[in-house]
């Protein structure tokens, strides 16, 4: 059966993607949820790890139904050379290939880019690894709050005069996923301005040095290394969470003299406008330590929603530190497509997370859950591959397809 | 010849979310043409400064070119639209208000220029109240969710942080951007069509806590304002070592034997099952085993210790710095900064074989390409 025409910028993009865990299956959704038909190679010889994380069923395990959406599974014993052919039958009929397996597996499967080039002349393929395919540390693998460390942006996040803690310990593998599905759209461009294909070597560090670039470029034009600074700002002050009724935290971020004013104005401390430690930013700055903690003063009883709503209507930046209740009981986050329903192939219902963005027109349809192990056997098999019921039958029974 | 090369694109952004949306799709070679307001963009004025030019926008301004428009006068506004109609895509990051003052908002721009690829990045999307469409990266941090997890393990009492830097969520914003205008540009390469993008600061922020918050909005995993939330458990943190820190994870038996190898089997290490981390991770064992480990790590050089786990298949790593990155043998082998008038540039993740991001050129001084628009 043909799959159903979803639309988005990508259609008519095929992706195969050879991945686990979680940034390289983000890498895949994401150019699924532009609207490519992504294809994820699985097999239960060598299953992804998220089927497996908390319960029995494969098919219904929380983590790899909260990451796969709109994206296609055929199953391929990649420990067969039947099913190695197989699959290099599939990358034939690919523009993108992605992996992030451990350095040298791809090469180990006989899938390096030589290898996959040989097979089509103009393929993409964008290999996902901590430290990138090759090199000095090439060898080394980690974990998502590792890619953070190395990349320089956990030393820069903590609070202040405390051991650098980093973002949460999730923070990370998405990202990176984000890089890698950039990357690819771009090298779609390349070939189809001159045809040629090539191989896109991502690092999960460097990717998260970029989400700290400017720090790393100042300190390579100042010799000056940036620090954890809690929340400090060295342009604004206030800029803070500061606490609220019932041990919420608001986040108030100030810029200029007139929403410093109207923030004092909000909190009925006029007398601070008058105070000398805090009559511009430099002074602001300089105390800073005694300007929070006359703001967490006056915060600490009120209630958050409604200080945030009399900041924000005299043009104050104030928005209310969200906790996970918070986020998903949100009206505004699942009226607007931040949210999405989709529906699996067993008829369940199951809110996920949405992209970034919205687009018009020809926004790519978000209706389809994660797949069924092998759900999309048909389609490559019979549809993409011209095999018929049979030879997948007998493919099926002798565990090629398993 | 890098990916983007023959692609024009129009920068009004003013804030650092659209500026590196734009310097991402400019590093692959496409022409940027930054329209800064006189007497500069808001970037040019922020610092750290060196020889009073600012770094932050020495860096986010890579291989662009500057014009030079009043855009609240009609006859420079006219310019633009000249510009736009020669131009692929057109990046923004103002507030929908401000947009449809200057005729630059989502039908405006449909109306007069039905090819460009129309991209508005804003803190909540273009549907959000007026009053939410000024937030900085603190406000969005915290109101997608990241900063109250922020750091793990962190106590009640203590302040949701910011993330790493000034504008981590203008960068995750960004990087969104780019992906999706080099989607639509795909699109209009096959259909000669433009397409309007409404990118969402805070969605941008959910879409990467992914599954952490997935499982927790199927109900898969408990919703409630404890911060620990989008915790994982287990030992992994930071620790203080000889010169500097280093970041441990572990998850399974096999770590534990490695780290224990590592440190040369220490009499404390038996009071711990050896499957502990996999079923008897409790508060108490994590408590017991950071007071052991850290009373050995802090005798321990980084750079040693790390390479000696990795042997092990320990993920055990350095806590960089940004002093440490520039002489990291993999960063150097990869290319990772780029000299460009004596500095090094980090430039991207992402190694190209056939199309490389290349600096070309360092970020222009105000009005450098006025010529553009005589």
Not at chain 2, 18 to 41: M, N, T, W
Not at chain 2, 147 to 165: I, M, N, Q, V
Not at chain 2, 250 to 262: I, S
Request: charged share 20%; glycine share 10%; hydrophobic share 45%.
């Amino acid at each position: 059966m043909p799959l159903p025409e979803r639309g988005g910028p990508l259609a008519g993009v095929r992706v195969l993607e050879i991945t686990k865990v979680w940034a390289g299956p983000y890498a895949g959704k994401l150019l699924a949820f532009l609207g490519a038909e992504v294809i994820k190679v699985e097999s239960k010889s060598n299953l992804d790890e998220m089927r497996a994380y908390g319960g029995v069923d494969i098919d219904s395990a929380p983590y790899f139904l909260s990451i796969n959406q709109e994206v296609q599974s055929v199953q391929v014993n990649m420990k067969s050379e039947e099913g190695m052919a197989l699959l290099r039958d599939m990358i034939a009929k690919s523009d993108i290939v992605i992996d992030n397996l451990r350095p040298g597996a791809m090469e180990r499967l006989g899938l390096s880019y030589e290898d996959v080039k040989a097979i089509r002349p103009d393929i993409i393929q964008v290999s996902i690894k901590m430290y990138g395919t090759d090199g000095p540390l090439g060898y080394q693998t980690g974990y998502a709050p590792c890619f953070a460390a190395l990349g320089g942006l956990s030393y820069l996040v903590g609070h202040e005069g405390e051991t650098p803690r980093g973002m949460n310990i999730r923070y990370g593998d998405s990202t990176v996923g984000a890089s890698a599905a950039f990357a690819a759209i771009a090298a779609l461009h390349h070939r189809a301005r001159t045809g040629e294909g090539q191989f896109i070597d991502v690092s999960a560090v460097e990717t998260l040095s970029s989400m700290v670039g400017d720090s790393l470029f100042a300190h390579a034009m100042t010799n000056v290394a940036p620090q954890a600074d809690g929340n400090a700002h060295p342009e604004m002050a206030p800029h803070g969470c500061y606490p609220c009724a019932g041990g919420e935290w608001l986040s108030i971020a100030v810029a200029s003299e007139e929403e410093w004013q109207a923030l004092c104005g909000v909190l009925g401390a006029e007398a601070l406008v008058d105070d000398a430690r805090f009559a511009n930013l430099a002074a602001r700055l300089t105390n800073r330590p005694d300007l929070d903690a006359a703001l967490a003063g006056l915060t600490a009883a009120r209630d958050t929603t409604e200080l945030a709503e009399a900041l924000r209507a005299t043009g104050v930046p104030a928005f209310k530190s969200m906790s996970s209740l918070d986020l998903v009981s949100d009206d505004f986050l699942w009226a607007s497509g931040a949210y999405r329903m989709v529906t699996d192939a067993r008829g369940g219902t199951r809110p996920v997370i949405g992209p970034g963005w919205r687009m018009s027109p020809d926004e790519a349809a978000i209706e389809r859950g994660a797949p069924l192990l092998g759900e999309h056997n048909d389609y490559v098999y019979r549809e993409l591959l011209g095999l018929s019921s049979d030879q997948l039958d007998d493919l099926i029974a002798r565990a090629i397809v398993d | 010849m890098t990916a983007l090369i023959g692609l024009k694109i129009v920068e009004i952004a003013e804030r650092v979310a659209g500026e590196y949306a734009s310097k991402l799709l400019a590093d692959f070679g496409a022409e940027v043409i930054k329209i800064e307001r006189p007497g500069g963009a808001p970037t040019r004025v922020m610092g750290p400064f060196v020889r009073g030019e600012s770094t932050l926008f020495k860096y986010l301004h890579t291989n662009k070119k500057s014009v030079v428009l009043d855009l609240e006068q009609a006859t420079d506004r006219a310019v633009l639209d000249r510009l736009l109609a020669k131009a692929d895509a057109l990046i923004d990051d103002h507030a929908p208000i401000w947009a449809e003052a200057h005729g630059l908002n989502r039908e405006q721009v449909a109306a007069r220029h039905a090819h460009l690829v129309h991209c508005a990045i804003t803190p909540f999307g273009q549907e959000a109240p007026a009053e939410w469409q000024i937030a900085r990266p603190l406000n969005v941090m915290n109101a997608g969710g990241w900063g109250y997890h922020t750091p793990s393990e962190t106590p009640a009492d203590k302040p949701p942080l910011k993330g790493a830097g000034r504008f981590m969520s203008d960068y995750e914003a960004g990087l969104e951007a780019a992906l999706c205008v080099a989607a639509s540009l795909w699109r209009k390469r096959q259909t000669g069509k433009g397409q309007f993008i409404d990118i969402s600061e805070i969605a941008v922020q959910l879409s990467r806590a992914d599954c952490v918050l997935g499982r927790i909005l199927a109900g898969e995993a408990d919703a409630g304002p404890e911060r620990a939330r989008y915790d994982m458990g287990g030992p992994g943190a930071t620790f203080a070592c000889k010169d500097g820190h280093v970041f441990l994870v572990m998850t399974t038996r096999a770590h534990w034997t490695g780290l224990c190898q590592l440190m040369g089997n220490p009499d404390w290490t038996t009071a711990f099952p050896a499957d502990w981390l996999e079923f008897h991770c409790t508060a108490d064992r994590v408590a017991e085993f950071r007071a052991g480990f850290t009373g050995w790590i802090v005798t321990q050089e980084k750079d040693a210790v790390a390479e000696a786990a990795q042997k092990l298949g320990v993920a055990l790593v350095q806590v960089n710095t940004a002093a440490d990155l520039p002489d990291n043998p993999q960063y150097r082998h990869r290319g990772y900064f780029q000299t460009l008038e004596g500095v090094a540039h980090p430039t991207v993740p992402y190694r190209m074989s056939a199309s490389p991001v290349r600096l070309a050129s360092p970020a222009p001084v105000l009005g450098a390409d006025q010529e553009e628009v005589a």
